[in-house]
């Protein structure tokens, strides 16, 4: 026997789940003799690329882990007193095993689907009353990008509903961390708002301002008693946003009780790592009367078809799906997975545990300025919570140096420096940043009374601005402190939901394909999660390997000069690229071009971008073919030559169709001198194939949450970052606090210079493992098993638009609507997969009562079988019910989904079996998933919007009520 020993096991072999013998009947199936035959009837020859993507050979898995923490070793963690914004945690390790790396939670889709998705929605539930009750407010979203992100959401929230049209001054207090106010910039810039930075203790108030923004502690650590501020802005019909520290509300009277109209912040140290800038949640708590204006998602309590408590995503007419450019924001992927885990936090340590917290923060900080001050050092700040201010003088130098010899970031300002203690911040600590700041001054430790000090803390906040009211009281804050109850308390909302644990979920347009765990384990690793992003960048240097090498590659599969990696979702892409391109025509005098063409096929975060990017939206026709009508785009594009801005094109199409004439489409738009922007959403179906470039674009931003394996984390993170062509490159987003300024950078559009950086690793470790081969191979599998359930479903679901050869792409459209005639709706059959145990496809979009199908490359044959089994199973239940064998109105599709409690009630009275209902075919019994309520009511629960958990004797048996059961009846 012959041993080889130069086996190295391939990760696209465990990506790309079909073999060979599965291909070859898949093959067979479609009608092809080989994977090259089927793509080259599938993406025209003239936009494919001519070589092999040029990347570094695919590294296994093993390989890749130890090549890695050689880069991560070149990252320092230091302690990190830097604050602004990011604080050092501990993550319960109960939230971070059981949560952050669990597959479970990690790989669950956004609860569109809300029968399958009831844990999330209440871990959802949970955070927003977290947030209601630590802001004061009335109601709160589940939620937002990050803090920058949601105070410019604030600002925008305040101009649309401003009653003084003519108002457009926003004010904005110079105390607001300067990454937030970058942003504020890049966001009033389009809508003509114009900034007033300044003091907000002398700052004249006047009619023309509808706003104004204060932050709570503010920048320099200092907490200001803001009531007679807000008095007179109010006077003067000025809206107030503050930006708070969430974990400060513990401490201090909220916002909500002294004025705020809207409170807005980060909940990163509600137990999730500061990952050298994100992921993170931030929150956006206002008053009722806003209910309708608020950006991103809201949660609410509604019934099922039992009546039973249920739970759902409320007032979705105010999203980008269904509004478009009227949107109240862009937002569609946020940062859900961050805010279960911050509201796990509050669950986890409940109110005394919050406040034990907050308080030794507190106290340790009192404890270092007290010391610093018997030093003789120069305090700058008198009220404060977690950040002392001071001045340096002279030892701004050796104090730096001191810091950096005991592993110390700290926040330095000319001569001033602020440091900020987190709950990883220990007394020992304290007493070495003591030391240090005695010795640069020929002391000691003994010049300071620190154990007398120690003993004797008490808070330096006013008595006025100390909090008073309770927080956290619901029960669910109060119920699961040891770790059997919470871990159980996890464990049983994670069985409420399906996830990639469970089966596919073939959501058109999201990419739902394999999160590897290799891709995830460094996301946790100390060198990654526990840098600071403003730490200096001496201490960064496997951060910026890992950012260079993903650049190059990034840039290699889009063919563009460059990208940025600061938008932190695909629609934050589409409006960075928006904003570059809206820079460039500025910057060439050709400020007058505004108007974005787009596609009536488009996303609706796609119209959502461009109204904030300032644009006016001109809708682009399609043909029956689905195809962009190129007479109308040729029309548009020529009445409007003097004011095109851009065309906003998605490729292939979201019909799940390569256009034939894209280039030709590109051409167009360039020769009426506009820029075309890509939606790269639909990469999956171009890598190592065809590229943005190549088709003719000029900026795209990929979602890294689909086509390069960031889970979705049950609506976030995500990472959008946008590449361009050469002639955009300066004018990429740059920040306030890092440089990354390319010479004519736009002002930031995410808080953190590199977005969500931590998750960037995943990606990264998905192309480098993939290589070339790999990675275009996961696009030719993911095409055939496209069409291979094309090819099976075609007969029994007519699929709209297909190709010249009639092949898809990588997803493609079944046609629902003909099933209304006899009373079927498109929302029924998605229920009805449920029963099978499948996540419905992509309902009604792009076209309504259709499901889109995408199924990826890292399904298995036998799994697109089951999943097509399913749906032919659901056809011939609705042909029953056509021919009258199923009842029009009770029937399987229509009471779908069918609960365990309704399946095993005492009562059965529906026309068709109970067998019929939860195990409709064989396979399903050997693993049933059970929807943990009916179907939902969604007109109820916008009726009476509750947002927050409702008291839960509303929803418990009374004990009384437990009796003994009676058998045989
Ligand atoms: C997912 C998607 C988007 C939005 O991306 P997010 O990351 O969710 O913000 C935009 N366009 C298309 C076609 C998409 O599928």
Same mark, same amino acid.
């Given at each position: 026997?012959?041993?080889?020993?130069?086996?190295?096991?391939?990760?696209?072999?465990?990506?790309?789940?079909?073999?060979?013998?599965?291909?070859?009947?898949?093959?067979?199936?479609?009608?092809?003799?080989?994977?090259?035959?089927?793509?080259?009837?599938?993406?025209?020859?003239?936009?494919?690329?001519?070589?092999?993507?040029?990347?570094?050979?695919?590294?296994?898995?093993?390989?890749?882990?130890?090549?890695?923490?050689?880069?991560?070793?070149? @990252?320092?963690? +230091?302690?990190?007193?830097?604050?602004?914004?990011?604080?050092?945690?501990?993550?319960?390790?109960?939230?971070?095993?059981?949560?952050?790396?669990?597959?479970?939670?990690?790989?669950?889709?956004?609860?569109?689907?809300?029968?399958?998705?009831?844990?999330?929605?209440?871990?959802?539930?949970?955070?927003?009353?977290?947030?209601?009750?630590?802001?004061?407010?009335?109601?709160?979203?589940?939620?937002?990008?990050?803090?920058?992100?949601?105070?410019?959401?604030?600002?925008?929230?305040?101009?649309?509903?401003?009653?003084?049209?003519?108002?457009?001054?926003? +004010?904005?207090?110079?105390?607001?961390?300067?990454?937030?106010?970058?942003?504020?910039?890049?966001?009033?810039?389009?809508?003509?708002?114009?900034?007033?930075?300044?003091?907000?203790?002398?700052?004249?108030?006047?009619?023309?301002?509808?706003?104004?923004?204060?932050?709570?502690?503010?920048?320099?650590?200092?907490?200001?008693?803001?009531?007679?501020?807000?008095?007179?802005?109010?006077?003067?019909?000025?809206?107030?946003?503050?930006?708070?520290?969430?974990?400060?509300?513990?401490? =201090?009277?909220?916002?909500?009780?002294?004025?705020?109209?809207?409170?807005?912040?980060?909940?990163?140290?509600?137990?999730?790592?500061?990952?050298?800038?994100?992921?993170?949640?931030?929150?956006?708590?206002?008053?009722?009367?806003?209910?309708?204006?608020?950006?991103?998602?809201?949660?609410?309590?509604?019934?099922?078809?039992?009546?039973?408590?249920? =739970?759902?995503? #409320?007032?979705?007419?105010?999203?980008?799906?269904?509004?478009?450019?009227?949107?109240?924001?862009?937002?569609?992927?946020?940062?859900?997975?961050?805010?279960?885990?911050?509201?796990?936090?509050?669950?986890?340590?409940?109110?005394?545990?919050?406040?034990?917290?907050?308080?030794?923060?507190?106290?340790?900080?009192?404890?270092?300025?007290?010391?610093?001050?018997?030093?003789?050092?120069?305090?700058?700040?008198?009220?404060?919570?977690?950040?002392?201010?001071?001045?340096?003088?002279?030892?701004?130098?050796?104090?730096?140096?001191?810091?950096?010899?005991?592993? /110390?970031?700290?926040?330095?300002?000319?001569?001033?420096?602020?440091?900020?203690?987190?709950?990883?911040?220990?007394?020992?600590?304290?007493?070495?940043?003591?030391?240090?700041?005695?010795?640069?001054?020929?002391?000691?430790?003994?010049?300071?009374? +620190?154990?007398?000090?120690?003993?004797?803390?008490?808070?330096?906040?006013?008595?006025?601005?100390?909090?008073?009211?309770?927080?956290?009281?619901?029960?669910?804050?109060?119920?699961?402190?040891?770790?059997?109850?919470?871990?159980?308390?996890?464990?049983?909302?994670?069985?409420?939901?399906?996830?990639?644990?469970?089966?596919?979920?073939?959501?058109?347009?999201?990419? /739902?394909?394999? @999160?590897?765990?290799?891709?995830?384990?460094?996301?946790?690793?100390?060198?990654?999660?526990?840098?600071?992003?403003?730490?200096?960048?001496?201490?960064?240097?496997?951060?910026?390997?890992?950012?260079?090498?993903?650049?190059?590659?990034?840039?290699?599969?889009?063919?563009?000069?460059?990208?940025?990696?600061?938008?932190?979702?695909?629609?934050?892409?589409?409006?960075?690229?928006?904003?570059?391109?809206?820079?460039?025509?500025?910057?060439?005098?050709?400020?007058?071009?505004?108007?974005?063409?787009?596609?009536?096929?488009?996303?609706?975060?796609? %119209?959502?971008?461009?109204?904030?990017?300032?644009?006016?939206?001109?809708?682009?026709?399609?043909?029956?073919?689905? @195809?962009?009508?190129?007479?109308?785009?040729?029309?548009?594009?020529?009445?409007?030559?003097?004011?095109?801005?851009?065309? /906003?094109?998605?490729?292939?199409?979201?019909?799940?169709?390569?256009?034939?004439?894209?280039?030709?489409?590109?051409?167009?738009?360039?020769?009426?001198?506009?820029?075309?922007? /890509?939606?790269? #959403?639909?990469?999956?179906?171009?890598?190592?194939?065809?590229?943005?470039?190549?088709?003719?674009?000029?900026?795209?931003?990929?979602?890294?949450?689909? *086509?390069?394996?960031?889970?979705?984390?049950?609506?976030?993170?995500?990472?959008?970052?946008?590449?361009?062509?050469?002639?955009?490159?300066?004018?990429? %987003?740059?920040?306030?606090?890092?440089?990354?300024?390319?010479?004519?950078?736009?002002?930031?559009?995410?808080?953190?210079?590199?977005?969500?950086?931590?998750?960037?690793?995943?990606?990264?470790?998905?192309?480098?493992?993939?290589?070339?081969?790999?990675?275009?191979?996961?696009?030719?599998?993911?095409?055939?098993?496209?069409?291979?359930?094309?090819?099976?479903?075609?007969?029994?679901?007519?699929?709209?638009?297909?190709?010249?050869?009639?092949?898809?792409?990588?997803?493609?459209?079944?046609?629902?609507?003909?099933?209304?005639?006899?009373?079927?709706?498109?929302?029924?059959?998605?229920?009805?997969?449920?029963?099978?145990?499948?996540?419905?496809?992509?309902?009604?979009?792009?076209?309504?009562?259709?499901?889109?199908?995408?199924?990826?490359?890292?399904?298995?044959?036998?799994?697109?079988?089951?999943?097509?089994?399913?749906?032919?199973?659901?056809?011939?239940?609705?042909?029953?019910?056509?021919?009258?064998?199923?009842?029009?109105?009770?029937?399987?599709?229509?009471?779908?989904?069918? *609960?365990?409690?309704?399946?095993?009630?005492?009562?059965?009275?529906?026309?068709?079996?109970?067998?019929?209902?939860?195990?409709?075919?064989?396979?399903?019994?050997?693993?049933?998933?059970?929807?943990?309520?009916?179907?939902?009511?969604?007109?109820?629960?916008?009726?009476?919007?509750?947002?927050?958990?409702?008291?839960?004797?509303?929803?418990?048996?009374?004990?009384?009520?437990? *009796?003994?059961?009676?058998?045989?009846?």
């Amino acid at each position: 026997m012959k041993l080889n020993i130069d086996y190295q096991e391939k990760f696209q072999s465990r990506h790309i789940a079909p073999n060979e013998a599965d291909t070859a009947q898949m093959l067979k199936a479609i009608g092809v003799n080989s994977l090259d035959e089927l793509i080259s009837q599938t993406i025209p020859e003239k936009i494919r690329l001519k070589a092999p993507l040029d990347l570094p050979p695919a590294k296994s898995e093993f390989d890749y882990l130890n090549t890695l923490k050689q880069t991560a070793s070149k @990252n320092k963690v +230091f302690k990190s007193f830097i604050g602004q914004g990011y604080y050092d945690v501990i993550v319960p390790g109960v939230i971070q095993r059981n949560i952050l790396e669990n597959p479970g939670w990690y790989t669950q889709y956004t609860p569109y689907q809300a029968e399958i998705a009831q844990g999330r929605l209440q871990a959802l539930l949970n955070f927003q009353t977290m947030v209601i009750e630590l802001t004061g407010m009335e109601i709160a979203n589940a939620s937002l990008l990050d803090e920058g992100t949601a105070a410019a959401e604030a600002m925008f929230m305040q101009y649309s509903t401003r009653k003084n049209q003519s108002a457009n001054v926003f +004010f904005v207090s110079e105390e607001v961390f300067p990454q937030t106010i970058d942003i504020l910039k890049t966001r009033a810039q389009p809508y003509g708002i114009e900034l007033l930075i300044g003091d907000h203790q002398t700052v004249e108030l006047t009619d023309e301002m509808f706003g104004a923004i204060i932050q709570y502690p503010a920048g320099s650590g200092a907490v200001y008693n803001y009531k007679s501020y807000a008095e007179k802005a109010h006077e003067k019909a000025i809206k107030l946003t503050v930006v708070a520290d969430i974990m400060s509300l513990v401490l =201090l009277t909220p916002p909500g009780e002294w004025g705020a109209d809207i409170v807005v912040g980060s909940t990163q140290r509600f137990g999730v790592p500061m990952g050298f800038g994100g992921p993170h949640a931030a929150f956006f708590a206002t008053k009722e009367e806003y209910k309708r204006s608020i950006p991103g998602r809201i949660i609410g309590v509604t019934i099922d078809s039992a009546g039973d408590y249920a =739970l759902r995503m #409320a007032l979705q007419t105010r999203e980008q799906h269904i509004r478009r450019d009227k949107a109240t924001s862009n937002i569609c992927t946020a940062q859900a997975l961050l805010a279960i885990m911050a509201g796990m936090y509050a669950v986890y340590h409940g109110p005394k545990g919050v406040k034990l917290i907050a308080e030794r923060i507190h106290g340790l900080t009192i404890l270092l300025a007290e010391s610093l001050k018997q030093l003789g050092y120069d305090q700058l700040n008198g009220a404060y919570f977690d950040t002392v201010k001071f001045d340096l003088g002279a030892l701004a130098g050796p104090i730096h140096s001191e810091a950096v010899n005991n592993q /110390m970031n700290f926040n330095y300002k000319g001569s001033a420096v602020t440091i900020s203690v987190d709950e990883t911040t220990s007394p020992e600590d304290i007493k070495t940043i003591v030391r240090f700041f005695a010795r640069v001054k020929g002391k000691s430790l003994n010049d300071v009374s +620190f154990d007398e000090l120690t003993q004797n803390l008490k808070t330096v906040i006013p008595a006025d601005l100390q909090r008073k009211s309770a927080y956290l009281t619901h029960a669910i804050f109060n119920s699961h402190h040891s770790e059997h109850e919470m871990l159980r308390y996890i464990k049983s909302l994670e069985a409420k939901d399906l996830s990639l644990c469970h089966s596919m979920i073939a959501l058109g347009s999201c990419t /739902m394909k394999l @999160n590897a765990t290799t891709e995830m384990v460094p996301v946790t690793w100390a060198e990654f999660s526990k840098m600071h992003p403003f730490a200096p960048t001496d201490q960064v240097g496997g951060y910026m390997q890992l950012f260079d090498e993903l650049n190059k590659w990034l840039s290699e599969i889009t063919g563009f000069a460059a990208m940025s990696l600061q938008p932190n979702a695909g629609a934050q892409g589409e409006y960075a690229g928006l904003m570059v391109i809206r820079a460039y025509h500025n910057d060439k005098g050709d400020s007058h071009r505004n108007i974005a063409l787009i596609p009536s096929s488009a996303h609706g975060t796609n %119209p959502a971008s461009a109204a904030m990017a300032g644009m006016k939206i001109v809708v682009v026709r399609c043909d029956d073919n689905g @195809n962009i009508d190129v007479a109308d785009l040729k029309a548009k594009a020529d009445q409007y030559k003097n004011e095109l801005s851009c065309l /906003m094109v998605t490729y292939p199409s979201t019909h799940g169709v390569f256009e034939e004439s894209i280039i030709e489409i590109c051409e167009i738009i360039h020769a009426n001198g506009g820029q075309v922007y /890509m939606d790269g #959403a639909n990469m999956n179906a171009q890598v190592g194939l065809t590229s943005p470039a190549n088709i003719g674009a000029d900026v795209c931003h990929l979602n890294l949450h689909k *086509t390069f394996c960031i889970p979705h984390g049950g609506g976030g993170p995500g990472m959008g970052p946008i590449g361009v062509a050469k002639h955009l490159v300066p004018y990429l %987003p740059g920040h306030a606090v890092v440089d990354i300024d390319k010479g004519k950078s736009i002002h930031a559009v995410s808080s953190a210079p590199w977005g969500s950086a931590s998750i960037l690793v995943i990606s990264h470790a998905y192309i480098a493992m993939m290589g070339s081969e790999g990675l275009t191979n996961a696009t030719r599998y993911a095409i055939l098993n496209a069409n291979y359930i094309k090819k099976r479903l075609e007969h029994h679901y007519p699929v709209l638009y297909t190709g010249a050869n009639g092949r898809c792409a990588h997803e493609m459209i079944l046609d629902c609507r003909a099933f209304k005639n006899f009373g079927i709706e498109v929302t029924d059959i998605a229920k009805r997969l449920m029963d099978y145990g499948f996540h419905a496809p992509t309902v009604s979009f792009p076209v309504a009562g259709t499901v889109m199908v995408e199924p990826t490359e890292s399904e298995p044959k036998h799994e697109l079988d089951r999943f097509c089994d399913a749906m032919i199973s659901i056809r011939h239940e609705i042909d029953n019910v056509e021919k009258g064998i199923l009842d029009k109105t009770d029937n399987p599709l229509k009471n779908a989904p069918h *609960t365990a409690s309704v399946i095993t009630a005492n009562e059965w009275e529906h026309p068709y079996t109970r067998q019929n209902a939860a195990f409709p075919l064989p396979y399903v019994a050997a693993f049933k998933f059970w929807p943990s309520v009916g179907r939902v009511n969604d007109t109820y629960g916008d009726r009476t919007l509750i947002c927050s958990c409702p008291p839960l004797t509303d929803y418990e048996f009374e004990e009384s009520e437990v *009796t003994t059961p009676e058998y045989g009846t």
